[in-house]
């Protein structure tokens, strides 16, 4: 999703009213930045949103009524362009799993600094995806633990795609690393998204790092150079 000329809207979702609060306040000190609503469960994240069509949800997994992964996956289904960025106390792997599967565009834990919080907020309000370090360390530790799998159908070509994606690269610098035409990378990733059976970039990341591609230094993980297909 581009950034348009005016601000960022964002609509917070936390159970917690202090820390929704806490939230709120570091978000109106950004510049470019506006927050237009506040929602204290899944369900009010889900009316919210589709209501006033925020470009950025700021969603944590556990609340009442309905849990934000599957908030999130309402939302998404609702408002396709509205980008949600997790973030929550929980780094298991199978919760990263499911939010990522159910279409966030980012995950951070709480207690990360208001400069990390400022630039996921924008990387997925353009569209990127992006994992906090700590998130990113597991997830790269758990593809590790095991060699490629379930990958069926892949061409050589295609499993080289899959594995940049994996390793949070953009269309373009792909491209540029493979040596091809990014229409040609675009024609690659769809037939990726094809034989995966997955409709999202977050979702053939999961796929790829679960069968252990994607290996680089643990780091904020995102894609740099464009809007995720």
Do not use: W
Request: hydrophobic fraction near 50%.
């Amino acid at each position: 999703m581009a950034i348009g000329a005016g601000p960022i809207r964002v609509l917070v979702a936390d159970d917690h009213p202090m820390v929704r609060g806490g939230l709120i306040a570091l978000l109106d000190t950004l510049e470019g930045v506006r927050v237009i609503g506040q929602a204290g469960t899944g369900r009010e994240a889900v009316r919210l949103a589709v209501a006033h069509r925020p470009e950025v949800v700021v969603m944590d997994l556990r609340m009442p009524d309905l849990d934000g992964v599957e908030a999130t996956r309402q939302i998404r289904t609702a408002v396709p362009q509205v980008a949600v960025l997790v973030l929550t106390m929980f780094d298991e792997d199978a919760l990263v799993s499911r939010a990522l599967a159910a279409g966030a565009r980012g995950y951070l834990l709480k207690g990360a600094e208001g400069a990390e919080i400022e630039r996921a907020l924008r990387a997925v309000a353009a569209g990127e995806a992006i994992l906090g370090r700590q998130v990113a360390e597991r997830v790269l530790g758990r593809a590790g633990a095991e060699p490629t799998a379930n990958l069926p159908g892949l061409t050589p070509r295609e499993h080289e795609v899959l594995d940049l994606i994996a390793q949070g690269l953009g269309n373009a610098t792909i491209a540029a690393k493979l040596h091809l035409a990014p229409k040609t990378v675009g024609n690659h990733i769809s037939a990726i998204f094809t034989k995966l059976g997955v409709a999202t970039r977050a979702e053939a990341i999961v796929r790829a790092r679960d069968a252990g591609l994607g290996r680089v230094e643990p780091s904020t993980l995102r894609s740099n150079d464009g809007p995720l297909r």
